[in-house]
């Protein structure tokens, strides 16, 4: 089973000038064209496997812009499907999914810092 990656690219001005990550972050994962949607937008909808590791990395769009994985909630976390921690490399948190057996989509907010000030996108894991 590969290693599933999902990367979060913040405009972090946009973002901090209207308040919100709605229209001002792009998500993308190693998946391709194998199954996941809403690709390029805040609400990135990631199909993965049971025991499949996924990790999350963050990255602003200008060079000048900090942001940050702050932590993980949801129904994908509180009922115990994959719970991201922050692994120390490069602020990217990785999580395996345990969904023992269950195929079923789970919500989850992913929260961030952007020059200090927190944000969150909703976000699906989908677990086939």
Not at 26 to 34: A, E, I, K, R, S
Not at 68 to 80: C, D, E, H, L
Not at 99 to 108: E, L, P
């Amino acid at each position: 089973m590969n290693r599933l990656c999902v990367l979060i690219v913040v405009d972090t001005a946009g973002a901090l000038a209207q308040g919100t990550l709605v229209g001002n972050s792009y998500m993308v994962d190693t998946n391709g064209y194998l199954g996941s949607w809403q690709e390029a937008t805040d609400q990135l909808h990631t199909v993965c496997e049971d025991g499949q590791e996924v990790v999350w990395s963050v990255a602003p769009v200008a060079a000048t812009g900090l942001v940050s994985i702050t932590g993980f909630s949801g129904p994908m976390v509180a009922q115990a499907v994959c719970a991201p921690r922050d692994t120390g490399d490069d602020g990217a948190w990785a999580g395996r999914v345990e969904a023992h057996g269950a195929f079923a989509s789970y919500a989850y907010s992913v929260a961030l810092s952007l020059h200090g000030t927190p944000l969150s996108a909703t976000c699906f894991l989908k677990v086939v």
